[in-house]
């Protein structure tokens, strides 16, 4: 926080936070549409999933040119008070709108899927020859993934054993 505080103070720190938790939602809604879009290639219905972003930059377009100005006026009368900055209000809620037409219009080209779906009923196999060999095969890149965790770890205990500043010269 100290480099931030240099930056611009206490009120640019509060004013992160604040954008960051109504930004946060927008996390979701991304993780959401990357797992749609996965289905809608698994059905071969690529246009749909590569037309989608367009609606989260049109709703962001929108949301700098239409919310911005709607917020700004609207805070200057009183209406809007829980607004700290409408213009990246504005802003932030072209990007959730964005996110959430996006995913709408995604679920939406599978829908007829998702009817069949959870009309029919399938059985679910925990265990199934499949399961089994994507857990076989991941098992050597699970542990060449982590050797690099395990390195730091090994070593930064060595280092907590030596002089005062190893562990912080270590890590540079």
């Avoid at 939602?25 to 549409?33: C, I, R, V």
């Avoid at 779906?117 to 095969?137: A, C, D, G, M, R």
């Amino acid at each position: 926080f100290g480099s931030l505080e240099k930056r611009g103070g206490q009120a640019f720190i509060d004013e992160c936070i604040y954008l960051t938790r109504w930004l946060f939602p927008y996390l979701g809604l991304t993780m959401l549409s990357a797992v749609v879009m996965g289905a809608l290639h698994k059905q071969g219905k690529m246009l749909l999933s590569a037309a989608s972003p367009i609606i989260f930059n049109i709703c962001m377009i929108l949301g700098a040119i239409f919310f911005v100005t709607w917020f700004s006026q609207g805070n200057n009368t009183g209406q809007l008070q829980f607004l700290k900055n409408p213009t990246l209000m504005g802003l932030v809620v072209g990007v959730l709108l964005g996110g959430f037409l996006q995913i709408l219009a995604q679920l939406l080209g599978l829908y007829s899927s998702l009817i069949k779906f959870f009309n029919q009923p399938t059985k679910i196999k925990i265990f199934s020859p499949e399961l089994k060999k994507i857990l076989v095969l991941m098992f050597p890149m699970m542990i060449a993934a982590s050797s690099a965790q395990i390195n730091v770890v090994i070593n930064t205990n060595f280092a907590i054993s030596l002089e005062s500043g190893a562990v912080t010269w270590l890590s540079y």
